[in-house]
C-alpha cells in the first residue's frame, strides 16, 4: 500500500545569528553542542526531514534544548524558519513550499489545516475571554459567522474535553491547569485540522490528569482520524500515544523508527541513554 | 505684548504634515495613519485629535461648527470654536447646513449631511483591537493580515454573555471591505449614516496620534453575525418632548417632579431648528 504523507518537511533549519566562515558549512565537528563556539550562533534546528501520514501520530524526543520546541513553532509558522520546505498535502496546497507563502496565507493554514497545543496555555489560549469564546475564536478565524452554530460547537467540544457545561462561560484563568490544557485541546480540534501539533502537553500536570488528557487525545486520533506530531521529553508518554518516534539531540535526527522499535532496541549511543534513564 | 498667533494657532509645516496624512488616510479608507500629533492649548483626549484636523484643514472663508455630544453649547465645544476663532477670525454656526466645516465629539448630526461639507471626528481609542491584543506591533499586523478574529470575538463574547451586542458606542465597522475601524464612540444609530455618505467623515486621535478617514461614498459596515444582525438603539414609541420629532436619536431625561423619563433630541442644533420652523408656521398663521 502507497500513502502519501499529510505533511512533508524537507531540510528545515531554524539558526539565531548569522553564522561565520568557521560554521556555516554546518561542519558538527566545528559546533560545540549545537553553537558555534566562534562567533556563537545557535543552530537550533538543523537540516530536519520528517514525513507525516495521514492518521497517524508521530513522536518528538529529545532532551531540553534539543530543538523540539523550535521545530514546532517553525511548523506552526510562530518563528520563521532559516532555510528548508514543508508541504501540506490538501487540494488547496498540494505542491506549495508553505514557507514561501504570504503570512496572510499562513494564518490562513494556522486557521484552517492546523491545531496547536501549548505546554503553557497562556499561550494558546486568551485568559480573560470565556471558554466558549476561546473556542469560538479559531472558528470565526476560520469564517463562521454564526452565533448559534458556533455555541453549539463549543459546547460539543467542551463536552468532550469533559469540561462541565455549566462553567462553559467561565474565563479558563479561572480554570486549573488541567482543566485549561483541556479547554486548549478542545479549541485546537474546533474546525477540523487534518494536522494538530502537541507540544509538551502533559508535562506539569498530575499522574491522574495526565491519563486523563492522554485518553482524550488517543480517543480523538482513533475517532477523528487526525495526524498529530507530539512532543515531548517524558517518554512513557510516547511509548503510550506514538506509532512512530524521532529522537533528537543538537537539533539534529539523530535516530527515528517505529516507537517500540525505539525504546526497545535504541541505537544511537544517546538514545541509549535516555531510554536506560527512565525509571 | 501679546504676539499675535499664527493662522489657525499652527505653522504651515505641522499643517501640511498633518494635511500629508489626511490624504493618505482619505487614500486608504479606515487606515489609520500615524501623524505627529502637536501639543495643543487643550490637554490630550479633549479632542486634539480633531483640533488638529480642523486646524490644519481651515480656510479664511470657512464656517465653522462644533458639536459635543450632540451639544453647540457645552463647554468643551465652545472652547474649541472661541479657540479656532481667535486664531482664525472664521465665522462660526450651529446650523448644519450652513457649516463648511463640523467638528464632533459622539455624534454625527441629524441634517443629512452634504458633499461639501467635511465631517471631523474626535477619537479617544483609534484601534478596535486594542481590547484584544494590548500590543501595537501586533495589532498592525492583524490589521494587515486581514486577521479581524479578535473584533468578532469581542461581540461574541457579548452576545454569549448579555444575549445581545453590548456596545453601547463606537460598534466596529468594516469599511469599504478591508480595514475594520472604530467609528469613535458615536452610538450604533450613527453607524449606518456613515455608510455611503457624501460628506467627507475625517477621524483624529490626538493622544493614539492616528488619523482616518471614511471617504464620500464610501461602504461602512458594521459587524453583526449572522444570527445576530447589527441593530441601532431603537425609540420606538417614543419623540423629543420638545420638538416632537421621532426617528432621531433621543436622550432619556428624568422629569424631577414626577420621576418619568422624558425623551429629547440629543441634536440641540437639530431640536432648535424644529422649533423654530413651527414657530414661524405659527406665527404666518397667526398673521394671515
Given at each position: 500500500?502507497?500513502?502519501?504523507?499529510?505533511?512533508?518537511?524537507?531540510n528545515?533549519r531554524k539558526?539565531?545569528?548569522?553564522g561565520?566562515s568557521?560554521?556555516t558549512?554546518l561542519d558538527?565537528n566545528r559546533l560545540e553542542?549545537n553553537?558555534?563556539?566562534?562567533c556563537g550562533t545557535?543552530?537550533a534546528?538543523?537540516d530536519?526531514?520528517?514525513d507525516?501520514?495521514?492518521?497517524?501520530?508521530?513522536?518528538?524526543?529529545?532532551e531540553?534544548?534539543s530543538?523540539?520546541?523550535t521545530l514546532?513553532?517553525c511548523?506552526y509558522?510562530?518563528?520563521d524558519?532559516?532555510?528548508?520546505?514543508a508541504y501540506?498535502n490538501?487540494?488547496?496546497l498540494?505542491?506549495f513550499?508553505v514557507?514561501?507563502?504570504?503570512s496572510?496565507?499562513?494564518?490562513?493554514?494556522?486557521?484552517h489545516?492546523?491545531g496547536?497545543?501549548?505546554q503553557?496555555p497562556v499561550?494558546?489560549?486568551?485568559m480573560n475571554?470565556?471558554s466558549?469564546?476561546?473556542?469560538?475564536e479559531k472558528?470565526?478565524?476560520a469564517?463562521?459567522?454564526?452565533?448559534?452554530?458556533?455555541?453549539t460547537t463549543s459546547k460539543?467540544l467542551?463536552?468532550?474535553?469533559?469540561?462541565?457545561?455549566h462553567?462553559?462561560k467561565e474565563?479558563p484563568?479561572n480554570?486549573s491547569?488541567g482543566?485549561?490544557?483541556r479547554?486548549?485541546i478542545?479549541k485546537?480540534l474546533?474546525?477540523?485540522?487534518?494536522?494538530?501539533?502537541?507540544?509538551e502537553?502533559?508535562?506539569?500536570l498530575?499522574?491522574?490528569?495526565?491519563?486523563?488528557?492522554?485518553?482524550l487525545i488517543?480517543?480523538?486520533?482513533?475517532?477523528?482520524g487526525?495526524s498529530m506530531?507530539?512532543?515531548?521529553?517524558?517518554?512513557a508518554?510516547?511509548r503510550m500515544?506514538?506509532?512512530?518516534?524521532i529522537?533528537?539531540l543538537?537539533?539534529?535526527?539523530?535516530?527515528q523508527?517505529?516507537?517500540?522499535q525505539?525504546?526497545?532496541?535504541p541505537q544511537?549511543?544517546?538514545?541509549q541513554q535516555?531510554?536506560y534513564?527512565?525509571? | 505684548m501679546?504676539?499675535k498667533?499664527?493662522?489657525a494657532?499652527?505653522d504651515?509645516?505641522s499643517?501640511?504634515e498633518?494635511?500629508?496624512a489626511?490624504l493618505?488616510a482619505?487614500a486608504?479608507?479606515?487606515?489609520q495613519?500615524p501623524?505627529?500629533?502637536?501639543e495643543?492649548?487643550?490637554?490630550r483626549?479633549?479632542?486634539?485629535?480633531?483640533l488638529?484636523l480642523t486646524?490644519?484643514l481651515?480656510?479664511?472663508?470657512?464656517?465653522?461648527?462644533?458639536?459635543?455630544?450632540?451639544?453647540?453649547?457645552?463647554v468643551?465645544?465652545v472652547s474649541?470654536?472661541?479657540?479656532?476663532?481667535?486664531?482664525?477670525?472664521v465665522?462660526?454656526?450651529?446650523q448644519?447646513?450652513e457649516?463648511?466645516l463640523?467638528?464632533?465629539r459622539?455624534?454625527i448630526?441629524?441634517?443629512?449631511m452634504?458633499?461639501?461639507?467635511?465631517?471631523?471626528?474626535?477619537?479617544?481609542m483609534?484601534e478596535?483591537?486594542?481590547?484584544?491584543?494590548a500590543?501595537e506591533?501586533?495589532t498592525?499586523?492583524?490589521?494587515?493580515?486581514?486577521d479581524y478574529s479578535?473584533?468578532?470575538?469581542m461581540?461574541?463574547?457579548?452576545?454569549?454573555?448579555?444575549g445581545?451586542?453590548a456596545?453601547?458606542?463606537?460598534?466596529?465597522?468594516?469599511v469599504?471591505g478591508?480595514?475594520?475601524?472604530?467609528p469613535?464612540?458615536i452610538?450604533?444609530?450613527d453607524?449606518?449614516r456613515?455608510h455611503q455618505?457624501?460628506?467627507?467623515?475625517l477621524l483624529g486621535a490626538?493622544?493614539?496620534?492616528?488619523?482616518?478617514a471614511?471617504?464620500?461614498?464610501t461602504?461602512?459596515?458594521s459587524?453583526?453575525?449572522e444570527?445576530y444582525?447589527?441593530?441601532?438603539?431603537s425609540f420606538k414609541?417614543?419623540e423629543c418632548?420638545?420638538?416632537?420629532?421621532?426617528h432621531?436619536?433621543?436622550?432619556?431625561l428624568?422629569?424631577q417632579?414626577?420621576g418619568?423619563?422624558?425623551y429629547?433630541?440629543?441634536d440641540?442644533s437639530?431640536c432648535?431648528?424644529q422649533?423654530?420652523s413651527?414657530?414661524?408656521?405659527?406665527?404666518?398663521?397667526?398673521?394671515?
Amino acid at each position: 500500500m502507497h500513502e502519501e504523507p499529510i505533511l512533508k518537511v524537507r531540510n528545515l533549519r531554524k539558526q539565531f545569528g548569522p553564522g561565520c566562515s568557521q560554521c556555516t558549512n554546518l561542519d558538527s565537528n566545528r559546533l560545540e553542542k549545537n553553537y558555534c563556539t566562534v562567533c556563537g550562533t545557535v543552530y537550533a534546528v538543523r537540516d530536519v526531514s520528517l514525513d507525516v501520514y495521514p492518521g497517524e501520530i508521530l513522536g518528538i524526543v529529545g532532551e531540553s534544548g534539543s530543538g523540539k520546541s523550535t521545530l514546532m513553532q517553525c511548523l506552526y509558522f510562530d518563528t520563521d524558519v532559516s532555510s528548508g520546505e514543508a508541504y501540506i498535502n490538501t487540494p488547496v496546497l498540494a505542491g506549495f513550499n508553505v514557507f514561501d507563502l504570504s503570512s496572510q496565507q499562513k494564518r490562513s493554514i494556522r486557521n484552517h489545516d492546523y491545531g496547536m497545543v501549548y505546554q503553557n496555555p497562556v499561550h494558546g489560549l486568551k485568559m480573560n475571554f470565556s471558554s466558549v469564546g476561546n473556542i469560538a475564536e479559531k472558528l470565526i478565524a476560520a469564517g463562521n459567522r454564526n452565533v448559534g452554530n458556533m455555541e453549539t460547537t463549543s459546547k460539543r467540544l467542551l463536552d468532550n474535553v469533559h469540561i462541565p457545561l455549566h462553567r462553559m462561560k467561565e474565563e479558563p484563568r479561572n480554570f486549573s491547569g488541567g482543566m485549561q490544557q483541556r479547554v486548549q485541546i478542545a479549541k485546537a480540534l474546533s474546525n477540523n485540522p487534518p494536522i494538530l501539533f502537541l507540544d509538551e502537553v502533559t508535562t506539569g500536570l498530575d499522574l491522574s490528569v495526565q491519563a486523563n488528557v492522554l485518553d482524550l487525545i488517543k480517543r480523538i486520533q482513533r475517532e477523528l482520524g487526525i495526524s498529530m506530531i507530539v512532543v515531548s521529553h517524558d517518554l512513557a508518554v510516547i511509548r503510550m500515544l506514538a506509532d512512530r518516534t524521532i529522537v533528537m539531540l543538537n537539533g539534529e535526527i539523530i535516530e527515528q523508527g517505529l516507537t517500540d522499535q525505539v525504546l526497545e532496541d535504541p541505537q544511537h549511543a544517546y538514545t541509549q541513554q535516555l531510554v536506560y534513564s527512565l525509571l | 505684548m501679546r504676539a499675535k498667533p499664527h493662522f489657525a494657532f499652527f505653522d504651515e509645516g505641522s499643517k501640511k504634515e498633518i494635511r500629508r496624512a489626511t490624504l493618505k488616510a482619505v487614500a486608504i479608507p479606515g487606515y489609520q495613519v500615524p501623524f505627529a500629533s502637536r501639543e495643543m492649548p487643550i490637554a490630550r483626549g479633549w479632542g486634539t485629535g480633531g483640533l488638529q484636523l480642523t486646524l490644519s484643514l481651515i480656510g479664511k472663508t470657512d464656517v465653522l461648527k462644533v458639536i459635543d455630544q450632540g451639544a453647540d453649547e457645552s463647554v468643551n465645544a465652545v472652547s474649541i470654536k472661541k479657540l479656532v476663532q481667535e486664531t482664525t477670525g472664521v465665522q462660526t454656526t450651529d446650523q448644519t447646513e450652513e457649516a463648511d466645516l463640523i467638528q464632533s465629539r459622539h455624534r454625527i448630526p441629524e441634517t443629512p449631511m452634504t458633499k461639501d461639507q467635511i465631517l471631523v471626528l474626535q477619537v479617544p481609542m483609534p484601534e478596535p483591537l486594542r481590547p484584544v491584543e494590548a500590543r501595537e506591533y501586533m495589532t498592525k499586523r492583524m490589521h494587515s493580515e486581514d486577521d479581524y478574529s479578535g473584533a468578532w470575538l469581542m461581540l461574541f463574547e457579548q452576545i454569549v454573555k448579555y444575549g445581545k451586542t453590548a456596545t453601547a458606542a463606537d460598534h466596529p465597522v468594516y469599511v469599504n471591505g478591508r480595514y475594520v475601524m472604530a467609528p469613535s464612540p458615536i452610538p450604533r444609530f450613527d453607524n449606518p449614516r456613515m455608510h455611503q455618505s457624501e460628506a467627507l467623515i475625517l477621524l483624529g486621535a490626538g493622544r493614539e496620534k492616528k488619523i482616518y478617514a471614511v471617504p464620500p461614498f464610501t461602504n461602512v459596515e458594521s459587524l453583526a453575525f449572522e444570527d445576530y444582525p447589527f441593530a441601532v438603539e431603537s425609540f420606538k414609541g417614543k419623540e423629543c418632548q420638545l420638538c416632537g420629532s421621532a426617528h432621531v436619536f433621543l436622550d432619556e431625561l428624568i422629569d424631577q417632579k414626577t420621576g418619568e423619563p422624558v425623551y429629547q433630541c440629543n441634536d440641540t442644533s437639530y431640536c432648535m431648528e424644529q422649533l423654530n420652523s413651527r414657530e414661524k408656521v405659527e406665527v404666518e398663521s397667526s398673521y394671515a
